[in-house]
Nanobody, 125 residues
Framework: VQLQASGGGLVQPGGSLRLSCLAS????????VAWFRQAPGKEREGVSC????????YYADSVKGRFTISRDDAKNTVYLQMTSLKFEDTAVYYC???????????????????WGQGTQVTVSS
């Protein structure tokens, strides 16, 4: 069971990036998948997630309207399209998956049992 996050990089403010979270060893179809991020000196925070049952999506207030999460079950991949990036979006981004997370715990890192290795996103001019 493995998650591999990719797509990070260096981008100017206002730019865009698309992160990918590829699962291997299990099918994401029946899992909720989330993106978290952690900036230096800060706690890991939930950015967005997509649930398995009906594809409902959730976003942190700080990224609403700028980030879009989506899933392609045929490719066993979840994406995070990030637009209008800001300096404060700089962080290591992690994807996580869970088959049992409940709605009230979506933003709690310990509620997610599978984690990818993280990909660095740096927004800088």
């Amino acid at each position: 069971v493995q998650l591999q996050a990719s797509g990070g990089g260096l981008v100017q403010p206002g730019g865009s990036l698309r992160l990918s979270c590829l699962a291997s060893g299990f099918s994401l179809e029946h899992y909720a998948v989330a993106w978290f991020r952690q900036a230096p000196g800060k706690e890991r925070e939930g950015v967005s997630c997509i649930v398995s049952r009906d594809g409902s999506t959730y976003y942190a207030d700080s990224v609403k309207g700028r980030f879009t999460i989506s899933r392609d079950d045929a490719k066993n991949t979840v994406y995070l399209q990030m637009t209008s990036l800001k300096f404060e979006d700089t962080a290591v981004y992690y994807c996580a998956a869970s088959a049992r997370v409940i709605a009230s715990q979506l933003g709690v890192p310990s509620s997610w049992e599978h984690w990818g290795q993280g990909t660095q996103v740096t927004v800088s001019s």
